[in-house]
């Protein structure tokens, strides 16, 4: 197989069938979800045959644990999917909305509208349940997307993609609206970040190295989705019983997420309360602490932090700690060794509150409430396709309308521009 | 001076910059922008002299017309970029507006509020005026600039440097909130694509090559402002009256601008009563034509159109006429040749002029309107600082709200995540 040939075809096809997807109704896109979730379940047992296949590879190759896990596609999982779809039936359509308009001078009226972004290319990892995920939320906002699965994943990939296929026929959608990269040679990615004028945009979602060679690379625009470096800031006003749940829960609830505290910053005039409670309550989940000097007066145990932990993304049980002397000082910290993914300061000090969530510029800034809470269905957006960590199009959890664009359609009698 | 170091520098500075900026209230802001309109027409003279020296050197190195033209500063357009800058001061302010905001069953209160994109780098080509314009609209968005003009207008833009930088002082803000770059190497532009984690976006305003050359080296994203192939279709429904004058003045008002009509698609119905029409009118005009065998038909002073003329942005008084048998016909042409900017249908049908806003892929679908009328200003913006290409985070003209992102701020009471 030429590759080059291989993935022009793909986007192109994709192309093509974006162009009928724009406009395709939300019950043809619905009746697609719905046959896709079923299928799932009558074919659980073929998805688990491909799935162990993948499996056994994993293991032979020697992969750790923790992948192998990512890779499992077992009979809850395959209804969780099953289920998620139907989730994203219950979702509004974002097509179409008309999201402002107004009358001109002469006469003309100008309306906002919401429609699809186009094709989109999504590269990620080993997870196979993220192949239905963003088929689904591509395709519910309307368009054509490839999907470019680890190559840990290819049998379980296959398999999911004959479902998809067979669902986008029983809806009577072009086939090529959804398409699965099916070779796992590394060039098909090279090929899909220059296909230029057929591709609109892509959405990495894996570690940081996938990204940023992703980024490097890309001619087309790149959402990216970066690490996460979130702090919590206790002030010297905060309600300490408060800020012991939210660390806790922001550190401890699952530590390998992107929205995980990564560095816990203390106001030195609750150091001395607030440190003793807070690293007993730690140090029975077991977590390491990587404190500055002043965090070590009042935790003996803890380890000495470096510079490098604080632009540290453990993605672990550890924590690095640092005494600050106000509240200016835990925004400088922030703005220097964060991520602008999602921080928060814990006061009752309206002033301080304020001032945290004006000058801190991250995508989620929280007042007295956990990181952990960055995430599309806690916001409410029904599912996420990621976090973007740039600024431009996206911040923050992506749901179904950020994966849209908009155009302007102007209504007139014969106004020309004098 | 070493290139790489003197970029660095004005990247650290305008990231810097950007962090007080960001939280500057608009009385700060716009006393910047009055402070500078008025020191322009203050200083009139010495900007005059400046501007004299890039016109004799323009015209000692036999620059062509057209550009000795943009470059030229002279009372009238010192005068007309003083009252631009009073247009932007009575814009809203977009930054802290709350665009969406809800309550979750958890309690949580999410605001999604809009915040500045950060810093934003210009790159543009001989109009001094552009340095004005792109300062006033990315400070008033609460962005830090750097502004990279072309060289041939570097006495001009260092003079209206001088004043910005005053203006800056005088409303006491951050002298580096807006920076020219003050050398006219081209190797500045390159360190400037790879300020990753400085820079926030590029906007590259000028030719095809410029932007494309950018959009290619760029790690930091790229807004492009890419070319216009506008159609006019019109239907066999069309009010040949509207045609006429809608035709008319997308082709020849303003033939130089993007959003000027390239083509115009005539359905086979009305060819043989509209074309003889609008041919005269555009033949009184010194349009040239380049036709269809069937347009030739109908117009034999016309010239024949190739494949190549389809794709052409003339910029100039050439038209490139088609005639096509049907509404379908028209929207697969605008699909397959067009650019995604402006196209228009002349109809009295509303079912034609639902397919054709439906289905035409552009950032403005006209319904009995000039493609002409694409433009923040017309649209009522206010001001625009170009009118995107892409479908990613802008499309269409880009006012002081397409220089924003946003963030979410989450109010709680202790929440986390369960």
Known sequence: MNIEE???????????????????????????LSHLSQSLVESRETLKGANQKDIDAAKDAGLSKAIIDRLLLN?????????????????KDPVGEVMEGWRRPNGILIEKVRVPLGVIVIIYESRPDATVEAASLCLKAGNAAILRGGKEAINSNLALYALIKGSLKKAGLDERSIQLVETTDRTAVDYLLKAE??????????????????????????????????????????????????????KVQRP???????????????????????????????????????????????KEATEEDWYAEYLDLILAVRVVPSVVAAIDHIARYGSSHSDAIVTENITHANKFTNEVDSAAVYVNASTRLTDGGQF???????????????????????????????????????
């Open 6 to 32: 291989y993935v022009n075809k793909l986007a192109v096809g994709a192309k093509e069938a974006s162009r009928g997807l724009s406009h395709a109704s939300t019950t043809v896109k619905d009746s697609f």
């Open 256 to 302: 390998a997420t992107c929205n995980a505290m990564e560095t816990m910053l203390v106001h030195e005039k609750v150091a001395g309360s607030f440190l003793p409670r807070i690293g007993k309550k730690l140090q029975g989940a077991r977590v390491e602490i990587r404190g500055c000097p002043m965090t070590r007066k009042h935790l003996t145990w803890a």
């Open 75 to 91: 009979d809850s999982g395959i209804q969780s999917m099953a289920e998620g779809l139907k989730t994203v039936i219950s979702l």
């Open 380 to 418: 409410g957006m029904g599912a996420e396709i990621g976090i973007s960590t740039d600024k431009l199009h996206a911040r923050g959890p992506m749901g179904l309308k950020e994966l849209t664009s908009y155009k302007y359609v102007i209504h007139g009698e014969g106004q020309i521009r004098e």
């Open 197 to 250: 004028g057929l591709v609109d945009v892509i959405i990495p979602r894996g570690g940081e190295g996938l990204i940023r060679s992703v980024a490097e690379k890309s001619r087309i625009p790149v959402i990216k989705h970066y690490k996460g470096v979130c702090h919590v800031y206790v002030d010297e006003y905060a309600d300490l019983e408060k800020a012991e749940r939210i660390c806790y829960n922001a």
